[in-house]
């Protein structure tokens, strides 16, 4: 098991699960509109979905059906970065339509 970053992430990219993470697994870079983990290095302790100040934050075997697609783009974000960002800002542009 590890741990997703999810939809609600977008936007807000807060660190404070980047803080407590024991791993140093949770990663975003400026141009990111989120944070991303890395299931290498996740040791699905928790701590991060504790300290997520906007429940993003997922085991991924209880992902919300809505949020499934964030299990392969936290993965696919350290091999191919671009791709993911683009698909993000997508889904960002269609979260920020609902409100």
């Not at 404070?16 to 024991?22: A, I, L, N």
């Not at 870079?29 to 993003?56: H, L, Q, R, W, Y």
């Not at 991924?60 to 392969?72: H, I, K, V």
């Amino acid at each position: 098991m590890t741990y997703v970053v999810t939809e609600a992430c977008i936007g807000v990219k807060g660190e404070g699960c980047m803080e407590v993470c024991p791993e140093y697994a949770i990663f975003s870079e400026p141009v990111d509109d989120m944070s991303f983990i890395d299931p290498n290095k996740c040791t699905d302790c928790g701590v991060c979905m504790a300290a997520c100040v906007v429940g993003a934050i997922y085991p991924d075997n209880a992902l919300p059906a809505a949020s499934r697609e964030f299990l392969g783009l936290n993965d696919y974000w350290f091999r191919h970065k671009t791709g993911v960002r683009a698909r993000v800002r997508e889904i960002g542009v269609g979260l920020s339509q609902l409100v």
